[in-house]
């Protein structure tokens, strides 16, 4: 067990709440037990909002700044959050905060650049409003290129029943959707003051001119502009944090040289 101590934002002032939890538990699984706890206690005891859904890294919304450090609260460990840990995308490594009696301290607050709800709960607004209607969520899966399964498949010898009396479908058609949650954590590590379209939408606009080569004048020309692919100073803080290896800034360096090329 690892006793902490969380202090969650809570508009201007922190709410401060502890407990004893495994040491696999992640941040969301101790917020989730302390509610728990709090069920019927009085209000300073109640956890402040935050966001959840998946559980385990699909859907983003449970991103918040941990001790210091966009994150995904369903992916922030207590052990590792217990060990020397970055306080910036890339920084060094910094020692662990402990309160009096030895517990951790950990820190909870809202993503910077979102849409305050309450709490600790945004939602990634300004990480997302520059993605382009026109946006395509589905790319062509890994697999495309994989034979198509046998019309008649067998086992042992034995004709197996078509499903529904359908042939079974070729993989050669098949998509996915984009690697990209939304989760914010991009935008909320990247230190840009400028006015920036930023990473996420960035990305989205990158892919989206991979994927349809008929848009890639009308998403260059967005690209283009003074709070696009120009504004990014490539501290790569986005890439850093993001979760699921989208590596935003890997798209905006692409971007800029197809801007390059495209001025020769």
């Given at each position: 067990m690892i006793e902490v101590n969380f202090r969650i934002r809570d508009g201007k002032d922190f709410v401060e709440l502890s407990g004893g939890?495994?040491?696999?538990?992640?941040?969301l699984d101790a917020l989730e037990t302390l509610r728990a706890r709090a069920e019927g206690a009085a209000p300073a005891a109640r956890v402040p909002h935050y966001r959840h859904s998946c559980h385990h890294g699909s859907c983003g919304t449970c991103g918040a700044v941990v001790n210091g450090l966009p994150s995904l609260m369903c992916l922030s460990r207590l052990s590792d959050l217990a060990a020397p840990r970055p306080r910036e995308p890339g920084g060094p490594a910094v020692e662990p905060s402990h309160g009096p009696s030895g517990e951790l301290v950990?820190?909870?607050?809202?993503?910077?650049?979102g849409s305050l709800v309450a709490g600790i709960a945004a939602r990634p607004t300004s990480a997302l409003?520059?993605?382009?209607?026109e946006y395509s969520y589905l790319r062509p899966s890994e697999d495309a290129g994989r034979a198509s399964l046998p019309a008649d498949p067998t086992?042992?010898?034995?004709?197996?029943?078509?499903?529904?009396?359908?042939?079974?479908?070729?993989?050669?058609?098949?998509?996915?959707?984009e690697a990209c949650i939304e989760c914010g954590l991009c935008s909320a590590a990247c230190p840009v003051t400028a006015p920036f379209l930023g990473p996420a939408a960035l990305a989205a606009v990158n892919r989206h001119r991979e994927k349809?080569?008929?848009?890639?004048?009308?998403?260059?020309?967005?690209?283009?502009?003074?709070d696009g692919a120009p504004a990014c100073e490539r501290h790569l803080h986005c890439s850093r944090v993001c979760p699921q290896a989208v590596y935003p800034g890997k798209h905006i360096q692409l971007l800029r040289k197809a801007l390059a090329g495209r001025a020769q």
């Open positions: 939890f495994p040491e696999d538990a992640t941040v950990v820190t909870l607050e809202p993503l910077t650049r409003e520059g993605i382009p209607e086992r042992d010898g034995e004709k197996l029943p078509a499903l529904d009396g359908a042939v079974s479908p070729p993989l050669s058609g098949r998509v996915r959707f349809a080569p008929e848009s890639a004048e009308s998403m260059l020309a967005l690209a283009a502009g003074a």
